[in-house]
């Protein structure tokens, strides 16, 4: 269903946040409000074995490691998981075999940079217990070798970037990419000539409630149908599904603040939200129906 891979600093805090994550997704899908598919929530580590941490001091011994956890991944992603992969993943070219493997098995990606600096990442290293912790040249090593995530590249986008000081990271919009953005779809990465922040604003308005006024005028005349036709564009030609059961007007409310709420934070945090600038109303259209499909456990891609 999603693939989340971490890359990082040796000891720059992955696993530390790794862990997060999955009690962020499990008490997400636990909340009484949420009624979307369980999908089982999976971290995939490196397997060093009993070499520990030294595998990373030398190429011959880390190829077959970074091997190994492709192949584990690849093996994991599936339509009912949330594949969390906790490795360095400092390789440009292996993030994007990972990628691959993400498009390949129709799961949706993302990539969290958990940005934590060098000199803390040392710091980190020395309270480790001597068999976790990796060696002064090991550290230094990798630390030179480190590709950086860029949100510029195909493969390591959407990308999270987290301070390892963040007292909230953006567990909304990872939750949110990860459960209703558009797959594959080429965002744009720049705002469109004369388009200001207030004109995106407004149209996901308008997209929220325009969708609410044709479902209330539906639900009135065949109240358990489970199925919305839209006018498309800017809706999906695939309209609405439904829930078989009473939707109450307040509960589309609710939803629609839920949504805006975190489209608006996504928007305001800056960096991977801001691409949502240049969204116009067949983008928040879409990913509102997504998001209300999601929620109702109706989607036919997620199943
Ligand atoms: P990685 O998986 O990137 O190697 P870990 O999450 O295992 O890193 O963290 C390495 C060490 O740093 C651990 O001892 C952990 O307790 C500590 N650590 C990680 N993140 C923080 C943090 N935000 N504040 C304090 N200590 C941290
Ligand atoms: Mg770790």
């Not at 492709?70 to 075999?97: A, F, H, M, P, W």
């Not at 195909?154 to 953005?181: E, H, K, Y």
């Not at 409630?209 to 839209?230: E, F, M």
């Not at 609405?240 to 805006?260: A, D, H, V």
Request: proline share 7%; net charge neutral.
């Amino acid at each position: 269903m999603a693939f989340v891979v971490l890359s990082g600093c040796p000891s720059s805090g992955k696993t530390t946040l790794a862990l997060k994550l999955r009690q962020d997704f499990l008490a997400r899908m636990a909340d009484e409000s949420y009624t979307g598919p369980s999908w089982e929530v999976v971290i995939v580590e490196d397997d060093i074995g009993v070499l520990g941490r030294t595998v990373y001091s030398e190429s011959r011994l880390e190829k077959p490691v970074r091997a190994s956890l492709l192949s584990e991944v690849t093996r994991s992603l599936s339509k009912r998981t949330i594949v969390i992969c906790d490795g360095l993943n400092y390789i440009k070219g292996y993030r994007y075999q990972m990628n691959c493997a993400a498009k390949e098995a129709g799961v949706r990606a993302c990539t969290i940079h958990v940005a934590t600096p060098p000199e803390k990442c040392k710091e980190f290293n020395r309270t480790r217990a001597p068999t976790e912790a990796y060696t002064e040249e090991t550290m230094d090593a990798l630390l030179m070798r480190f590709e950086e995530p860029s949100s510029m590249a195909r493969w390591d986008s959407p990308l999270f970037t987290v301070g390892w000081d963040d007292p909230s990271p953006p567990f909304d919009d990872i939750w949110l990419a990860m459960t209703s953005a558009v797959k594959k779809k080429a965002n744009p990465s720049v705002v469109p000539n004369g388009q200001t922040a207030t004109d995106t604003i407004q149209t996901l308005h308008s997209a929220t409630s325009t969708l609410i006024s044709h479902l209330l005028s539906h639900l009135s005349l065949s109240p358990l149908s489970p199925h919305l036709k839209l006018p498309s564009p800017p809706y999906p030609p695939s309209g609405l599904n439904l829930p078989q059961r009473t939707i109450t007007l307040s509960e589309l409310q609710r939803l629609k603040r839920q949504f805006e709420g975190i489209q608006m934070n996504g928007f305001k945090r800056g960096g991977e939200g801001v691409k949502r600038a240049g969204w116009g109303e067949k983008e928040w259209a879409e990913a509102w129906v997504r998001f209300l499909e999601v929620q109702w456990g109706v989607n036919e891609e997620e199943g």
